[in-house]
């Protein structure tokens, strides 16, 4: 602990706590921006555009960009919050409790408390996807018409009809990669504490 502000730890631990209050601060926005479209939304105007199978344009044209600026900040943020975090969690281990720490220890960690790891994956898939390969097209998945309930979607490809599912990526598994990477955060804070404990324990043995 003497030498905490001479490695890395100290560094990554203000990163992880920067990043940590950003994720919310950009759950937040997009869910703003959702209610500001909802209220755009006009009914029969959206079941005309569904029966022409066009597509519904908004008075500002330049919205439906914002809530993708939004949209594509979050794997951005959750994937890079999730590799300092690793990283840390590395640099903690071998600096402060002597011993390594694999990312295959922390995965199956999660696995034994529980938490579905699928959302690790997808998260990969997708930043890599809009990082590297495509930028996503916003569309809306109307869940019923009276009243209008809509999902957001992001089209992972240029395509009329979307029909095939990895062809696109609804909001709900946007928030089940949110919800995955929070309660794997809680888990892994759980643990970390017990081998600090068992850590002590031992040095006063």
């Known amino acids: 602990m003497k030498a905490w502000g001479e490695t890395p730890l100290r560094e990554l631990g203000q990163a992880i706590g920067t990043k940590l209050t950003m994720l919310p601060v950009v759950v937040a926005r997009v869910n703003r921006q959702i209610q500001f479209l909802s209220e755009q939304l006009d009914e029969s105007r ?14 500002d044209q330049s919205f439906p960009f914002e809530i993708l600026v939004d949209l594509d900040s979050f794997p951005f943020e959750s994937r890079s919050t999730y590799e300092i975090v690793g990283r840390f969690l590395k640099g903690f281990f071998s600096h402060i409790l002597r011993r390594d720490v ?6 199956a960690l999660l696995k034994v408390e529980g938490i579905d790891t699928q959302w690790i994956q997808e998260l990969r898939e997708n930043r890599i996807l809009f990082f590297h ?24 490809k240029v395509a009329r009809d979307a029909t095939t599912p990895g062809d696109r990526l609804h909001f ?18 759980r643990w970390v504490i017990m081998q600090v404990e068992e850590f002590e324990e031992k040095g006063r043995a």
């Open 46 to 59: 959206v079941d005309r555009c569904l029966n022409r199978g066009a597509a519904y344009r908004l008075c």
């Open 133 to 156: 390969n495509t930028a996503p097209c916003l569309a809306i998945y109307i869940l019923s018409k009276a009243p209008l309930r809509f999902e957001l979607v992001l089209l992972k």
């Open 102 to 107: 694999s990312q295959e220890e922390l995965q």
């Open 172 to 189: 709900d598994q946007l928030q089940a990669i949110y919800h995955g990477f929070a309660s794997s955060l809680e888990a892994l804070q």
